[in-house]
Structures are given as structure tokens and as C-alpha cells.
């Protein structure tokens, strides 16, 4: 069980990763369906700097990326987002405008 933000969260442990050593690239973070702090604007996911922990937007697919906060530079850790994003994703909705088409009920 782990403790996000003062609540505690349930996960199998196949889904944890334990590191010894801090990042060493801005991770990739899918956003939280219930996020409040970050702009809408940042889309689906965003980057977390690993010098300073600062949160940013993602602009396009960069390898780089100085931070704002800490003025490190780093790489984008695209390849482990690649990697465990996908399973964390919901199915993938309809574009805006479509809804999927659904069987008549019979009664
Ligand atoms: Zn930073």
C-alpha cells in the first residue's frame, strides 16, 4: 500500500518499480484524471524535472530539456514513458463529435 498524498493507494506490486538512484531525466507522467493544479493547457501528460522536481509542459517530443526552475538540462526519459504508459492508458476514446455505435435494444 502506498501513501499519495495522505491517502492510501492499493496497487499490485507489479506495477512498482523500486530505483536506488534519483532520475537523471525529466520523466514522463501520464495526468491524473483528478489533477487540479496543472494547466489544462499541458494536455495529457507532462514532464517532472529530475534536478528539482519542477512539473512542466511537454511542447512536441524534445530530447532535451532545460528547466525553468533549476536551469538543469536533461533528456526526456521518453523510452520508459513508452514503456509503462501504455498500460496505465483507458481504452482509447472516439474522436470528439463520433460516438461508437451501440446494438438496438430489443425488448
Ligand atoms: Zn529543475
Redesign the pocket.
Known amino acids: 500500500m502506498l501513501d499519495v498524498n495522505r491517502t492510501p493507494v492499493t496497487l499490485p506490486r507489479t506495477l512498482l518499480e523500486t530505483v536506488t538512484v534519483p532520475p537523471r531525466r525529466w520523466s514522463v507522467v501520464l495526468r491524473p484524471r483528478d489533477a487540479v493544479c496543472l494547466p489544462r493547457d499541458w494536455g495529457d501528460r507532462y514532464l517532472t524535472?529530475?534536478?528539482?522536481?519542477?512539473r512542466a509542459p511537454t511542447r512536441g517530443h524534445p530530447l532535451t530539456l532545460g528547466?525553468?526552475?533549476?536551469?538543469?538540462v536533461?533528456a526526456v526519459g521518453w523510452d520508459e514513458f513508452d514503456l509503462t504508459a501504455h498500460a496505465a492508458l483507458p481504452p482509447a476514446l472516439p474522436p470528439p463529435g463520433q460516438t461508437p455505435r451501440q446494438r438496438p435494444v430489443l425488448r
Open positions: 524535472c529530475p534536478g528539482c522536481r519542477n528547466c525553468p526552475r533549476c536551469g538543469g536533461y
